[in-house]
């Protein structure tokens, strides 16, 4: 049966990382499904961004059919965050890279440890595919990000934060 490509989880199938649910303080942290994106689409309007509930299904089916996740943190209700995270090959490192694209808290949610949470399940999920390094694309202009990045492990590179996956020896 192929029920992963419509986006869904076949129970003769053995789990994949993406498919496992965290918890932690009360905050189930998994991965997205397209039964996520009416509730996304709240979070999205809470940050100032428009999208439609079907055209955000569509592409969450997209993004775990290809070589990415979208996880997403909540308690009750819709998500109260989300990353989204794909990988892919370089030529400079025989790991894969994996980049966060989306990054994004309810404004209401902000300062209670949601978004480290989410970079520490995208980076677990970066780790358990093989990648070596962990980049995040901060628009121009976000200060605050800028600081939140620093403050979580990043290194400014050019117009990216990059982040090592691997533990710095002693």
Same mark, same amino acid.
């Given at each position: 049966? *192929?029920?992963? #490509? ?47 509930? *079907? &055209? ?29 995270? *794909? ?18 808290? *309810?404004? &209401?949610? #902000? ?8 970079? $520490? ?13 962990? &980049? ?14 620093? @403050? ?7 117009? #990216?934060?990059? #982040? @090592?996956?691997? $533990? $710095? @020896?002693?």
């Amino acid at each position: 049966c *192929h029920p992963r #490509r419509a986006g869904l989880v076949c129970p003769c199938a053995p789990p994949r990382w993406t498919d496992l649910v965290t918890s932690r303080y009360g905050l189930e942290i998994r991965a997205a499904t397209p039964l996520d994106a009416p509730g996304l689409v709240e979070l999205f309007a809470a940050t100032g961004q428009t999208v439609q509930a *079907h &055209e955000l299904a569509e592409r969450l089916v997209t993004v775990r059919q290809a070589s990415g996740t979208v996880l997403i943190a909540g308690q009750w209700g819709p998500p109260s965050g989300l990353v989204v995270l *794909h990988w892919y090959p370089t030529l400079d490192d025989a790991r894969p890279t994996a980049q966060i694209t989306t990054l994004l808290v *309810h404004p &209401e949610e #902000r300062r209670r440890g949601i978004g480290r949470l989410l970079l $520490k399940a995208a980076a677990q999920a970066a780790r358990t595919t093989g990648c070596g390094q962990l &980049e995040l694309i901060a628009p121009a202009q976000a200060p605050s990000l800028d600081a939140f990045c620093l @403050s979580t492990g990043f290194v400014a590179s050019g117009p #990216r934060f990059t #982040r @090592s996956l691997r $533990k $710095k @020896s002693q």
